[in-house]
């Protein structure tokens, strides 16, 4: 198997210790075929156990080992050395607090995920015994795209908006939500659209698309964050010119 | 183990120099900037229009000056280019579901770009040009 010398620039933080983050050089030998993620690896197994990093399935399913590479968010399971010339530099995922080395603090996100309620929320209550809830192939046409997610984190790395103005409700849980109010079984888009149509929620994208362009699961959440935006200002027309509010 | 977590401010007014997508998505905005000038530019254009005939003459004189032609130029790249990522974008927008199928975005996109061009014809046509 035909080995290549990689280069990388990795960024490190030791909460314990360190008040600022600086960049540590490693050289590593790795299979020509080899990912970041497996020169990290051998890094750790090898050189430096010290280094902190996640990842899981090592196939682009699981969405942890996010990081930014060469100042592109991408799953370093995903990003082939062979795509790379000179010192490749890793760093934690933009816009999220680092918690050590190239782990970040996830926890604003999962908060902003539980606040868009992505479940089924159905529209009156059925006892099991009425049998299942049915859909056509189109019905599930229409949302399935948004259920792509991982939840890797990358179009929030991305997301110039959300790095400055981190009450952005982001790409990913606007995406997930838009995936739940276009699903026919669901009957809580009131629910959402009070976190998602706010000043925090989708008004605050100014469609830069670049979720959409890192996105590793095409998702295309820019494509949701803008139907969103269409949806709710039809609403606001509807409440403020048709009688009764078009209710 | 307590948590100490490194907090990373985003540079507010440098940020775009991050990304070559960044530098588009602010091309994309600056050029707003041409178009809101070109509104501004015929708001004068009616005023000295109501103003009388010498007004109208003296304004027509001034259009044909470098600075307006320079203008003009700069403000039709600006407006063609703007309103190319807009169209561009309208795929995303707005998808059009038929049966189990999405009609093809270069469709949604194609026909905006046919509808500015069949607009423009019929402005052109009423301005004379034709």
Known sequence: MKERLVRLEVLRYNPDTDTAAHFQRYEVSCPEEGVVLDALNKIKETIDPTLNYRWSCHMAVCGSCGMMINGEPKLSCHAFLREYDGVIRVEPLAHFPIERDLVTAPDDFIEKLKRVKPYLIPKAPKPISEGEYLQTPAQLKKYHRFTLCINCMLCYAACPEYGLTPKFIGPAAISLAHRYNQDSRDGGRDERQEIIASKEGVWECTFVGACSEVCPAHVDPASALQQVKIASSIDWFKEHLLPGGGK | ?130
């Open chain 2, 1 to 130: 183990m307590s948590r100490n977590p490194l907090i990373r401010e985003v540079p507010p007014t440098s940020w775009y120099f991050r990304h070559p997508r960044y530098l588009r998505y602010m091309a994309r905005e600056i050029t707003s900037l041409f178009v809101g000038a070109y509104c501004v530019f015929l708001v004068f254009a009616m005023q000295s229009l109501a103003a009388g005939q010498s007004s109208y003459e003296a304004f027509l004189v001034a259009l044909r000056s470098p600075a307006s032609i320079i203008f003009h130029l700069l403000a039709l790249a600006a407006a063609l280019y703007h309103a190319a990522t807009w169209f561009n974008a309208t795929q995303k927008a707005m998808p059009i579901q038929r049966g189990e199928e999405f009609v093809p975005g270069k469709l949604i996109s194609g026909a905006h770009y046919l509808a500015w061009a069949v607009l423009s014809i019929v402005i052109l046509f009423i301005a004379g040009v034709f």
